[in-house]
């Protein structure tokens, strides 16, 4: 079994696993990019829940035989078993608060045979332009292929914008130079944002 077997069999398991206990959640990172035809890069399961989600989540993946631990108190827990590794996100580095329109907005789709709730494209987009960083353009790229590829809810992407509308900004106007069509209302919210 190759390396990107192994980690749709863990997609389909982590998924089952979190619906059977009720668990909402979206799947990130690398899968979702996937998802959406960015690039294929996942190495690991990002799932992201609701804050308040995160302790259960946790613990049903002990139950089914993970090992679990909290990373980082502030927005990560982890498991793993084997060399398989699920992380549990419910804070993206302090970009993007995970929350009930999140989850309710998830797309259904197919990854490998595998069917999951995939984070809204106007979430992963907000966390791309913002996680974007000289050493790390991949991520810029990435907001700008969806932003150009994706039907977009122009307003809750404007109201997930709670941190640097400057970049995200920048990032939807890349966008539109590169054939996004892009309201003239949301780069307006945008720029009122600026001055706020």
Known sequence: MTNREA?????????GIFEAAGVPY?????L????????????????FVKPADAPRAGEVL??????TWIEDAHWLYKASREDATVDVIYESMGLVHIGDETIR?????????VLAKVMPPEDLFVMKALAATPSAPKHWLDAIHLVTTQPMDWDYLVSRVAYNP????????????EGARV??????KLVKRLED
């Open 166 to 177: 400057r970049k995200v900004l920048r990032a939807i106007v890349q966008g539109y130079e």
């Open 26 to 30: 979206v799947v990130g990172g690398g």
């Open 62 to 67: 002990a139950r089914a035989g993970f090992r």
């Open 183 to 188: 309201p003239a209302g949301a780069l307006i």
């Open 7 to 15: 980690i749709y069999r863990l997609l389909a398991e982590v998924v």
């Open 105 to 113: 907005r998830a797309r259904e789709m197919t990854m490998h045979g």
């Open 32 to 47: 979702a990019a996937e998802a959406y035809h960015l690039r294929e890069t996942a190495n690991d399961v990002d799932v």
